[in-house]
């Protein structure tokens, strides 16, 4: 019985889950002409956009409730006991499309009003695409707003390129004045070679004074032995 309830819900759930994906693709498209036709030329009657609009307020209200519909179709199978990690695995699997569905859906739905909203306040501000004249002002003045940020990052760009020959120079500077201290450094021993045949004399010396000390511990400690096994 219990199966036979699983195999139902989850065959609406896959029917459910198709109508939603086929209704989600047509929502998008009528989400992006509806709010696009706001923007054309008079030659569009004004009931289009109304239009788009009824039938895009239409289809999200019966998607929300198709939604609705398929989340608590999936809450009846989770109430079901699982027989086995296959059936957890295809329920996390529809709450995962469910979830998708939903993130969609609100997805597409603020991109429709955030258009909607941008439409209203271009033609709110009179820069609507309506006015050819107006419309040119508006590109103009956007051309020189982008060519002073083009103006300012060539600027920032500039900057950067003196701050990088800057520290280049500072960093050659730093080379030669390490070269120049390693050369008096050559320089001084080259002058004072007595110096450094007196310093190699004390590291063989001292080198020497090593071996004795250890051939004669060496052979402290084999005396010792000798005379504890005797």
């Not at 989770?78 to 027989?83: G, K, R, V």
């Not at 001084?188 to 004669?216: T, W």
Request: hydrophobic share 40%; proline share 2%.
């Amino acid at each position: 019985m219990v199966v036979t309830n699983y195999d139902a819900l989850r065959k609406q759930a896959r029917l459910l889950e198709n109508e939603i994906d086929l209704k989600l693709v047509a929502f998008s498209k009528i989400g992006s002409s509806s709010g696009s036709t706001m923007g054309h030329s008079s030659n569009a009657t004004d009931t289009a956009p109304l239009l788009g609009e009824h039938v895009f307020d239409s289809l999200s209200e019966e998607i929300a409730q198709m939604l609705d519909k398929l989340s608590s179709i999936n809450e009846s199978m989770t109430e079901l006991p699982t027989s086995g990690a296959a059936m957890m695995h295809t329920l996390q699997r529809h709450r995962e499309i469910l979830q998708g569905y939903r993130q969609e859906f609100n997805k597409i739905s603020a991109n429709h009003t955030m258009r909607l909203e941008r439409e209203e306040l271009l033609r709110g501000s009179g820069l609507s695409t309506n006015s050819p004249s107006i419309s040119g002002l508006s590109r103009r003045d956007m051309y020189l707003k982008e060519s002073s940020h083009i103006n300012s990052s060539n600027t920032l760009i500039n900057d950067q390129i003196n701050i990088a020959i800057e520290t280049r120079e500072h960093l050659l500077s730093q080379r030669q004045a390490f070269k120049r201290f390693q050369t008096r450094l050559n320089d001084i021993s080259n002058r004072f070679p007595l110096i450094s045949s007196l310093i190699q004399r004390i590291n063989i010396k001292k080198k020497r004074d090593a071996l004795i000390l250890g051939a004669v511990i060496g052979f402290c400690v084999i005396l010792l032995i000798i005379y504890a096994f005797n």
